[in-house]
């Protein structure tokens, strides 16, 4: 009586989706927390313009979004570092995950200086905003285009067995 042979198992690897959702939440994350940790740029004055209104959030709820938004960031910081990630088999992916960080941290600076109340015209928001604006619109194409490439060039390596 032989034993029956199996087949090896196919070995693909793990799956990219923790890391696809840690990439994806780092956007949100990051601008959050730079966005809590620049804090509000209005002049101390009382006789101010606000460019554009800014939300009105309380204090507590504003430290409380910036807390969450860092533990968001820790579990990101966690979730690509594990061994199994796309981050540490395929260095490639870094160059997905650290624009989309920095279109975050640049959306919210471009924020906070465009919702600044200050005394006579707001020059920072023509001179910050619209820069900041324009190189995070610029990342998160690349970010997409880059991760679209490498997502493709992952599954045609799965599909052939993963030579």
Known sequence: MHPTAT??????????????????AALPAAAVATWWAVGDLSHPDEWIDPAAAGPQVPAAAENAAGLLSLLVLAVVGVVVNRP???LRRDRRWWAVLLPVTAAG?????????????TVGANLGTAFVSLPCVLLAAAALVWSSAWGGRLLRQHRCRARSGGR
Not at 10 to 17: I, K, Q, V
Not at 105 to 117: D, I
């Open 84 to 86: 199994g990630s796309l």
């Open 7 to 24: 087949p090896p198992a196919r070995r693909t690897g793990p799956h990219p989706a923790p890391t696809l959702l840690a990439v994806v």
């Open 105 to 117: 941290a640049l959306l919210a600076v471009a924020h906070r200086v465009a919702t600044a109340a």
